[in-house]
């Protein structure tokens, strides 16, 4: 789908569980600089799912962060209540309610280790595909649901979802293969991120969704989701994943390429060029500031391969 550029919303849905790291703000550059090219609106979402790890002050460290860097949300972070999803319970209700009225839900009471127990050699990948144990014998299904704790699944049907990514290009996804039937609510009552960012994301009129390509697998459920519930789909862009020198994704245990470290060793100048070289922006890592990489910004520069080593920015300030 295309959209009026005079219409173009991109987030940074930052999770507030811990300080940053540079994959972190590789993406919330990219996704700035996306958006602001084009004359478009950059939000600041709270992707806060999670209570037992979500913190208040890691959100406000993550917004200081960002304001360091030059980076300016034009709605959302903490003084706006509505952009948190541990606020927007009420419209994943309305969503998980539209869909269990399709006859495509059903009750799971799988545990991890049922899922776990079916799972084929060749699937050794880390990656969980749900068998259907639960599943109806029929669908769509109008049963009522067991009073015991149970998680919501999703039926995929045994089709291909095409995805064309605006770095990687045309992905073809079957969902039955390659996931299964994917959760939309936990039998612990937590919200899943496949509906939470479906139905944010759609009712914040985002219409790029720039996110690490970890995520290529999503972009499918997600573009699932969106056709059930008969929301318009954002155009997909997928980033190379920054990973350590032993190509392991980045985390925040990586305390070497957290914020922390980062904003005590560099400028804003000279991480912001670290990061266009990461990303493929610019030719060196030599400082730039913000101005100019959004000068500079070009889509089609953006490296496209699925990871990126950092080890030579690790080793210069570690240095």
């Not at 009420?90 to 059903?106: N, P, V």
């Not at 049922?114 to 595909?129: E, K, L, Y």
């Not at 509906?195 to 970890?214: H, I, K, N, Q």
Request: proline share 5%; with cysteine.
């Amino acid at each position: 789908m295309t959209h009026n550029a005079a219409k173009v919303r991109g987030r940074f849905a930052p999770s507030p569980t811990g300080r940053m790291h540079f994959g972190n703000i590789a993406t919330a550059v990219a996704t700035w600089l996306s958006v602001k090219s084009r004359g478009g609106e950059w939000i600041l979402r709270i992707e806060d799912l999670d209570p037992q790890r979500s913190k208040r002050r890691w959100m406000e460290q993550i917004e200081d962060d960002l304001v360091w860097l030059g980076l300016r949300w034009d709605a959302g972070g903490l003084a706006a209540p509505a952009y948190s999803q541990s606020n927007r319970g009420g419209h994943y209700e309305e969503a998980l309610a539209r869909l269990k009225a399709t006859g495509m839900t059903y009750a799971c009471t799988c545990t991890r280790a049922d899922i776990m127990a079916t799972q084929a050699p060749h699937q050794s990948d880390g990656r969980v595909i749900y068998g259907g144990r639960c599943r109806p014998a029929s669908m769509p299904c109008f049963g009522e649901e067991p009073p015991t704790p149970h998680a919501t699944r999703l039926y995929v049907s045994d089709g291909e979802i095409v995805v064309v990514d605006g770095v990687f290009g045309r992905t073809v996804t079957n969902l039955a293969r390659e996931c299964g039937d994917f959760i939309l609510r936990r039998a612990d009552g937590a919200w899943a991120y496949q509906l939470a960012v479906v139905v944010d994301d759609a009712l914040m009129g985002v219409t790029e969704v720039m996110r690490g390509s970890d995520l290529l697998l999503s972009a499918a459920q997600q573009t699932y989701l969106y056709r059930l519930l008969g929301y318009d789909v954002p155009e997909f862009v997928h980033l190379p994943l920054m990973c350590n020198p032993e190509g392991r994704r980045l985390s925040k245990r990586d305390s070497a390429m957290s914020m922390e470290a980062m904003r005590s060793a560099l400028t804003p100048e000279e991480l912001l060029g670290r990061v266009g070289a990461a990303l493929g922006l610019t030719a060196t890592d030599e400082p730039v500031t913000l101005e100019r990489l959004l000068e500079l910004y070009e889509r089609g520069n953006i490296k496209k391969q699925q990871t990126v080593n950092i080890d030579e920015e690790l080793r210069v300030i570690n240095a």
